[in-house]
């Protein structure tokens, strides 16, 4: 089956560094995304990483290291308006999936001032 | 560029009675996407189509839900009759081509979805 964990909630303070995880269990593997979701909105694509290492896109960064089965996606300098939930994806073997993005329950990020 | 467009934004009906979703994705997106995201969790795939064909239905319950793209540009969700478990928040999503794409980045882009209260 697929799977994928993401911690529920993640506490920050404004301006502060702060990691978010996810590690995923798939028998294929076709890259990792990330999404941003405010209360009420849509998700809104963040990033991609199809191969090992460091995505960098501005404030945000995603990692990946696929013989970890384990991505994160890291924000600097976080600004209130960075409060969300944020997700991550994975794109499953055709097998099991049909090629399907399989997404996590979620991870909440509360930012204090 | 205009992005996905979903109406209504808000829907309450009582259990067993039926509602569409209507979804115009962004022009020239091959791909479209009914996800149902129930609170405090991920989207969850309903339907894919690749412009009017269906690629991945497994997850809808076809007893009761119904998709369309009749002519491979906006689309139609119904629930017919609807269930108290069937509350949630009913996203749909485009992207240029999912096969093209199929081992690269496939970024969707998601309309503001339809918020269902079923009472």
């Known amino acids: 089956g697929q799977s994928l964990e993401q911690p529920s909630e993640v506490t920050a303070v404004e301006g502060a560094i702060v990691q978010i995880n996810c590690t995923y269990q798939t028998s294929g593997f076709y890259g990792l995304s990330w999404y941003q979701q405010h209360d009420g909105g849509a998700p809104t694509f963040l990033s991609y990483n199809g191969l090992d290492g460091l995505e960098e896109t501005g404030r945000f960064s995603s990692f990946l290291s696929r013989s970890d089965s384990y991505g994160y996606l890291l924000l600097q300098e976080l600004q209130m308006k960075d409060s969300a939930s944020y997700f991550c994806a994975v794109r499953g073997p055709r097998k099991d999936s049909n090629y399907q993005l399989i997404w996590g329950a979620g991870t909440k990020l509360i930012i204090k001032p | 560029e205009a992005g996905v467009a979903q109406s209504p934004r808000y829907k309450i009906i009582e259990k067993r009675q039926s509602v569409a979703f209507w979804c115009n994705p962004i022009?020239?997106?091959?791909?479209l996407y009914w996800y149902q995201q129930i609170l405090g969790q991920g989207p969850k795939l309903l339907i894919q189509f690749q412009n009017n064909g269906v690629v991945d239905d497994s997850q809808l319950p076809k007893d009761r839900f119904s998709a369309e793209r009749l002519k491979g540009v906006d689309s139609t969700l119904k629930i017919q009759p609807a269930k108290l478990e069937d509350s949630a928040v009913y996203l749909c999503?485009?992207?240029?081509?999912?096969?093209?794409?199929?081992?690269?980045?496939?970024?969707?882009?998601f309309g503001p979805g339809t918020r269902l209260l079923v009472l």
């Open positions: 999503a485009s992207s240029l081509d999912w096969l093209v794409l199929l081992r690269g980045q496939e970024t969707q882009y």
């Open positions: 022009s020239g997106h091959a791909t």
